[in-house]
């Protein structure tokens, strides 16, 4: 019997993923990785690295990308809840520019596998979330780029309360627009090439 699900969200390579829990009158179990597993599903990616990090409610992290070291990730969260959004930047894609974005919890235990090539950020909607990343490649702070959160050519719906004003780093109130940031990164052949 299959313990993952993968579920496509009609950007290639893109996909949700929800385990099978276990469950009895003690609580549950599920595997959050297994290598052999996600390989059968032709998710072959190599990790080298797991992140936590752990926000309060209406931060807002993102939305960032590195450009010759691009990380592909998978989410999950084990505390809380989040709208956790990718942005599809990578060259010649049908899909680019396009984005895709899903609530991830504590209870749902929904997974998302962002691959190399993509923008991430999340909102955060409980008192505190806690997330965990696996990533395909190190943190290359001098790499990284950002694109705002609110852009209105991406036009992402980030399932804001209307009374509620996101918390941002002072760094990703200050990136340039998507179409200017894309313009100049799109014509470096090193930058997004997968």
Known sequence: MASLEKISTG????????????KDKRGYFFEAYNKQEYEELGLTMNFVQDNESMSYKSVLRGLHV????PQGKLIRVITG??????VDLRKGSSTFGCWHGVELSADNNKQFYIPE???HGF???????????????YWHPNDEIGIPWND???????KIPADEIPIIADKDAHYAPFKRTMKREINNEDSFNT
Do not use: H, M, R
Not at 81 to 86: P, R
Not at 123 to 137: G, N, P, Q, R
């Open 11 to 22: 950007i290639e390579g893109l996909y949700v993923l929800e385990p099978c829990l276990y």
């Open 152 to 158: 209105p050519d991406l036009n992402i719906d980030w």
């Open 81 to 86: 809840t989040i709208y956790d959004v990718a």
């Open 66 to 69: 590195q450009k010759n070291y």
């Open 123 to 137: 909102y955060v909607k409980s008192e505190i979330a806690k997330v965990l990343f696996k990533v395909t490649d």
């Open 117 to 119: 090539g993509f923008a």
